[in-house]
Nanobody, 124 residues
Framework: VQLQASGGGLVQAGGSLRLSCAAS????????MGWFRQAPGKEREFVAA????????YYADSVKGRFTISRDNTKNSVYLQMNSLKAEDTAVYYC??????????????????WGQGTLVTVSS
């Protein structure tokens, strides 16, 4: 499975960005897709996840109400709409996929495939 993340960039605090992640190589609709981020000097952390049918979505508390994860199985893609961005949202954002059944959506160790990351910089 190959994941290609895009959409990062420089934005002012309060602004918006939309990240995209295109997947190939396996039946996308059965996957759990997640977004994680890693700020300089910090560990990679969970941001949001969505199950294959999109009936279950989960967000980190730090982004709840500001970020929206969605997917389009016809385009093998997952998106992260980020609104009301803050300086502390600055990080490299990674999309990830897994096909194994697991209880947790937030544990990065449960994801098998990772994109290359896209940098989001929020200026204050």
């Amino acid at each position: 499975v190959q994941l290609q993340a895009s959409g990062g960039g420089l934005v002012q605090a309060g602004g918006s960005l939309r990240l995209s992640c295109a997947a190939s190589g396996r039946t996308f609709s059965t996957s759990v897709m997640g977004w994680f981020r890693q700020a300089p000097g910090k560990e990679r952390e969970f941001v949001a996840a969505i199950r294959g049918s999109a009936h279950l979505i989960y967000y980190a508390d730090s982004v709840k109400g500001r970020f929206t994860i969605s997917r389009d199985n016809t385009k093998n893609s997952v998106y992260l709409q980020m609104n009301s961005l803050k300086a502390e949202d600055t990080a490299v954002y990674y999309c990830a996929a897994r096909f194994r059944p697991r209880i947790s959506l937030t544990d990065l160790n449960d994801y098998d495939y990772w994109g290359q990351g896209t940098l989001v910089t929020v200026s204050s």
